[in-house]
């Protein structure tokens, strides 16, 4: 257990910043699944739509430090290319 202030306080910061990160992992995954589920259906333009919501989400968890740079345009290119692909 930690036994200085500051001990106290990082742990008391390490709550409250995993819970708000959580939340923001869950947000980038429920768009991500919106992504997926129109690419399975077949439905372009509504992957499109998808990817297009998704990438601000995905790109404002990277600039929150809770994603790395190029795994979220490696996933942004990768959804695109498959988008592509659809008849």
């Given amino acids: 257990m930690a036994h200085t202030v500051q001990a106290k306080k990082r742990i008391r910061q390490l709550k409250k910043h995993?819970?708000?990160?959580?939340?923001r992992m869950s947000r980038i995954r429920?768009?991500?699944?919106n992504v997926e589920h129109a690419i399975e259906n077949g439905d372009k333009p509504a992957a499109q739509d998808a990817l297009k919501a998704f990438q601000p989400e995905i790109m404002r968890g990277v600039t929150k430090g809770v994603l790395?740079?190029?795994?979220?345009?490696r996933r942004i290119s990768r959804l695109n290319k498959r988008i592509k692909a659809l008849a």
């Fill in 30 to 33: 429920t768009f991500l699944r």
């Fill in 68 to 73: 790395h740079k190029n795994m979220a345009a």
């Fill in 18 to 23: 995993t819970e708000t990160n959580r939340m």
